[in-house]
């Protein structure tokens, strides 16, 4: 290869890097921008004291406090579900499923991976009328159903994450817990686990932003417009992302849209927040991994 | 010399139909240090591996004949006769490179010892300075203990896989190479480290280097293509010139 061709691909994955830098730049400052000066009690609570809206006493109805706090049960609860669920999975693709039994259930991840997160709504959605006919004839769409279908759809990225951490560890540690007489559970809670705890926690982290964007999934299965704080997990309950959606597509002057800026600014904070929590939790693991006794 | 410690009959091993050994019979005598030698892939870490049955973690793996090794004065098939977690604290491995935990110098001796063993938290505590005097690493780590292994140079840290080894309480030292990735002085220091350790273990190591087999082992095994080629006693190691030409016409 010639020194210009060297020089111009260079100067072309340089360009590429600034150009992704630039436009996360961009965004966010928009966001900013836009979303900031609205930014303040009213956006959260209407015409609502804080104080009685945070404690339930009076429902909010012209604020996205409901929302928030939709989309922070939503989050949770799929991922209380789906997490573990991934982890294991991931563990038993790595570690325990061979041949072509591993073939087929890889493939059946891949092609959960793929399905439109609409198909998953419909899913839920189909579930619901489904169980009204048979088993139970007040089933509704829920927070609940919510969780359980945003579940399905952030599996994959769990699933693969592990999987692909676990195999990529290099033979030496692979090999040096069953050296030392460890089963291979043993080997994979105190060894494998461990080593590769950071890049599962990219695939949670991967996870949540998935859960806390998608829209799809919950227009089908339980959110609705001004349905407050959910009381019980077989309620209906507000969405940010879905407010966002209904602000900007219904707003009849400029403060509405404003208004759906810093809903927008409020989903990309919460997410951080709780993308910073599981970076904690993970560093924490790992040093009582590393420093025990 | 004295009984064999590891006795190994007609062994075989194939990954995925492939042979890598074929047919080996040997014995490796007791608190002795025995060096496997041969070109690369003629199958001395698979015979390494044979021994403690690693080779059963990689996929497509079958093997067929014997290994029997010594535990209290018995001879017990390593197939039927030992828990697979026994066998390998009986026949503890050290790699080529060193591989220690990315944790603390004191956990890495006391991680395993709690995963294998219910002692007490001070019988783990003298086990870890009893087998870190034994790999000759006490006097160099023993204010440093909750420094990261990573620490530690090279040859420490390979001390300190040996002692992480030693810690549960083996009978044979399976070593894979153990100075291919170290220095020149870090290698002497082991090498004269295995020569005590042979008055109570029974030493089977893989090496690349003529040298280090003829001045440390008490008996060679040269392998080719999967077959053993010729085994030397010490004696036969210090004729001049003998090693070396069985080593020039495989490789």
Known sequence: MNVRSEHALTFFSWLAAGITAAAVFILIAYLLVQGLPVMGPALFFGDTPWRAAVMGAEPVFDGIYPAVAGTFILIVCSSLIAIPLGICCGIYLAEYARGPLKNIFSFMVDLLSGMPSIVMGLFGFALILLMRRTLYAHANTSIMLSSACIALLILPYLIRMTQVALESLPESSRLLGPSLGYTRWQNIWHVLLPASSTAILSGIILSIGRAAEDTAVIMLTGVVANAGIPRSLSDKFEALPFSIFYLTAEHRDELELLRAFGSALVLLALTATLFFISYCIQRRLKRRWAMGE | ?251
Not at chain 2, 71 to 81: E, F, H, L, P, T
Not at chain 2, 90 to 111: D, E, H, T, Y
Not at chain 2, 137 to 150: F, H, N, P, Y
Not at chain 2, 160 to 186: F, H, M
Request: net charge positive.
């Open chain 2, 1 to 251: 010399m004295q009984a064999p410690a590891i006795s190994v009959t007609n062994l075989s091993v194939a990954f995925f139909g492939r042979t890598i050994l074929d047919g080996i019979t040997t014995d490796v005598p007791g608190n002795s240090i025995t060096m496997i030698i041969g070109p690369s892939g003629s199958g001395k870490t698979t015979l390494l591996r044979a021994v403690n049955r690693l080779n059963e973690e990689f996929a497509g793996c079958s093997n067929s004949g014997a290994v029997r090794i010594e535990v209290s004065g018995r001879m017990v098939d390593i197939y039927s006769d030992l828990p697979l977690s026994k066998l390998r604290r009986v026949a503890g491995m050290v790699f080529q490179s060193p591989n220690v935990f990315p944790l603390s110098i004191r956990k890495n001796l006391l991680a395993p010892l709690k995963v294998m063993h219910s002692l007490s938290r001070s019988q783990r505590h003298e086990r870890m300075e009893q087998a870190l005097k034994e790999a000759e690493l006490w006097d160099e780590v023993c204010d440093r203990l909750d420094d990261s292994a990573l620490t530690l140079s090279g040859g420490q840290q390979q001390r300190l896989c040996l002692a992480r080894v030693l810690a549960l309480s083996p009978r044979i030292l399976l070593l894979d190479e153990p100075t291919a990735s170290l220095d020149v002085r870090s290698a002497a220091k082991i090498e004269e480290l295995l020569m005590k350790l042979k008055e109570r273990y029974t030493i089977l190591a893989v090496s690349h280097s003529i040298r280090q087999v003829k001045r440390i082992a008490d008996r060679a095994v040269i392998l080719s293509a999967g077959q053993i080629i010729k085994t030397l006693e010490r004696g036969q190691l210090e004729t001049p010139g003998l090693l070396e030409g069985l080593v020039d016409e495989i490789f």
